[in-house]
Every structure is written in structure tokens, then in C-alpha cells.
């Protein structure tokens, strides 16, 4: 059994040039994910939990080669994306797939849900015409669907029944890396966990490495292994799920983590950011990144960026109060 890391990332930084503005002038690059290094080990489940903004999805699709890294290393099971020639990256990409985040615009409102979900196996040329239907419907009976609904169209069907859709699709070639893109978000909450439930039975009976990108923490603390907190692209802190919600190190994690529905309704205690707008900028003069927003600041957090180190067992913080 192969026990190549399913994705190892090193050092990557993703950037995009500033656009022309009523001037002619450009506006400064964006750089949306700055320099981070995590590894999804084979069978495992990673959330990527953040604000909007924070760079997480970008990741994703950096990692699938959706879009290009200016900078760093990605090896997707065993394979360094950066260098793989175009028929290797075609024939990767059965490998490695992805659910959306919106159920709505993901699905081509013209095709068939039978068509949409044996695309993928038409692309890559995989089993004959026969062996592609039988496939459709087995897909579509595992993730909840009738096989009768074959020939209906996405507006037939319900949100979280696209999302169904959306997953069939993306298990077609025997995939054994799922990026999941927020796929819940867009769902009402009794859908949500329905859709969560089976993902991960599906990670479980086919044996998938997932990346679960979510702003929900209440959301990955239901289907993640590890967790990793992004801000302003850069993990600030990557932890076993149960080391992470017992005894977060970061003040950012603390403070997500305060901000979710208490258990009980007396339970109101709450901390507050010291900006609760999300995408703050950074410090111009190369601080922490949080400084800004944190509690907890001190002088060297405005002068100098903390580096991600042990804090223990397989768990990692970046932040200088620690």
C-alpha cells in the first residue's frame, strides 16, 4: 500500500497582478496565499478552515493546477504538479477532483444529471459505453439519487440533490484525492448535515484523502482529522481536530472557536476581535498579520511575522505570545 503523503505542500505563495484601475494605473499584486507548507496524509481528512478571503480556496485550486503558483512545491500523490507534462496532467486529473461550493452554477443547466456525472469517464476514456451507464447509476444510487432521475435536468432537482449530483460526479474516475470547496455553505443546515454524513461515509468506503475548505468551524470539527487555521494567507495554526478544539494556542483560532453557538443558552460568554472586519490589512511594517485585530498584541507582534512552530504533538502555532 502506497503511503505517499496524497497532497505535501512546501512553501507555497500564490500571487496576482494588481489590475489597470479608471487611471490606467495597476493597482499593487494581491497575494493571496503566502508561503504555507501542510501535508494530507493518504485516508485523511484536512479542513482548511478561515474567513472569506483568507486564501483557502485559492489553495485548492493551486493545488489541482486550476490556477498557477508563483512560488513553492506541490506533490499530489507522489507527483510534483509543477513539472508533469500536459498528457500528465490529464491523466492525474482522474486522480484528483473536486466538489463546488455552489451546487447552482457547477452543474450546466443544458445537460442531463446521467450526462454530467459520466463526463469525467467519457474525458478520460474510461470503460465502454455500457460499463459508463452502469457506472452513472450505481453513482447515483450511492449518493441518494433514483436511478430514474437519469435523464432529468439540475433545475428538477433540489439544492442539496445538485450537491449529490456534484459528488457523483467527482467520485466517476475512482478518484483518490477530493478537494471540497465549501460544499455545504450554500445548503440549508438540516441539508448540510446530510451532505457532511455522506461524505464521510464516502471517505471511509473508498478509502479518500479529502481537503475540506470551509468557514464553518462547527463544520469541520464534524468530518476533519487535522485542522488548519488560515489568516490572510498563512496558517496561523494546524492541529489534530481534537487537540485544536480542546486546547487551541493561537488567539485566532480562541476567538473562532468563541464564536460559535454556545451549547447552552446561559453560556453567552463571548471575545470579540479588536476589528470585526474580515480581510483586515496587514502591517505595513512586516508584523503578524493578526496585530491589527488581536487581543492579545504586543511591540514585537507590529515589527516581526511569527514563524509556525511546535507547540506539540503533530501541532503547530504561529504567534508570538505563545
Given amino acids: ?35 504555507i507548507s501542510f501535508t494530507l496524509q493518504r485516508r485523511e481528512t484536512l479542513g482548511l478552515v478561515g474567513e472569506s478571503g483568507c486564501g483557502k480556496s485559492t489553495t485548492g485550486l493551486a493545488i489541482l493546477n ?32 473536486i466538489v463546488f461550493q455552489d451546487p447552482y452554477s457547477s452543474l450546466n443547466p443544458r445537460q442531463r444529471v446521467a450526462d454530467i456525472i459520466r463526463a469525467p469517464l467519457d474525458i478520460h476514456k474510461l470503460g465502454t459505453a455500457a460499463e459508463r ?7 447515483m444510487a450511492r449518493v441518494g439519487l433514483r436511478p430514474d432521475q437519469a435523464d432529468n435536468y439540475p433545475h428538477q432537482f433540489s439544492g442539496g440533490q445538485r450537491q449529490r449530483i456534484g459528488i457523483a460526479r467527482a467520485l466517476a474516475t475512482h478518484p483518490e484525492l ?3 470547496d465549501e460544499p455545504v455553505s450554500a ?28 468557514h464553518d468551524l462547527s463544520i469541520v470539527k464534524h468530518i476533519s482529522d487535522r485542522v488548519a487555521v488560515m489568516y490572510l494567507g498563512r496558517i496561523v495554526e ?4 481534537a487537540t485544536l478544539f480542546a486546547a487551541a494556542q493561537h488567539p485566532y483560532t480562541r476567538l473562532l472557536l468563541n464564536s460559535l453557538p454556545p451549547r447552552h443558552p446561559r453560556d453567552r460568554r463571548r471575545q470579540h476581535l ?23 498584541v504586543m511591540d514585537i507582534c507590529l515589527h516581526k511575522e511569527p514563524a509556525l512552530t511546535p507547540r506539540g504533538v503533530d501541532h503547530a502555532a504561529a504567534c508570538h505570545h505563545l
Fill in 133 to 139: 451507464r452502469d457506472r452513472v447509476k450505481q453513482l
Fill in 238 to 241: 494546524i492541529a489534530p481536530r
Fill in 1 to 35: 500500500m502506497d503511503e505517499t503523503p496524497a497532497i505535501e505542500v512546501r512553501g507555497l505563495t500564490v500571487r496576482f497582478p494588481g489590475q489597470p484601475g479608471l487611471t490606467g494605473r495597476r493597482s499593487d499584486p494581491v497575494t493571496a496565499v503566502d508561503n
Fill in 274 to 296: 479588536a476589528d470585526d472586519a474580515p480581510g483586515t490589512p496587514a502591517p505595513s511594517r512586516g508584523g503578524c498579520r493578526f496585530s491589527t485585530r488581536c487581543p492579545l
Fill in 66 to 97: 486550476l490556477i498557477e503558483a508563483t512560488s513553492g512545491s506541490i506533490e499530489v500523490l507522489g507527483k510534483p504538479i509543477a513539472s508533469l507534462s500536459s498528457a500528465e496532467r490529464r491523466s492525474m486529473r482522474q486522480h484528483m477532483q
Fill in 187 to 214: 445548503l440549508d443546515v438540516s441539508v448540510q448535515a446530510q451532505i457532511l454524513n455522506l461524505l464521510v461515509e464516502l471517505q471511509q468506503e473508498f478509502g479518500l484523502s479529502l481537503l475540506f475548505i470551509s
Fill in 178 to 180: 477530493v478537494i471540497c
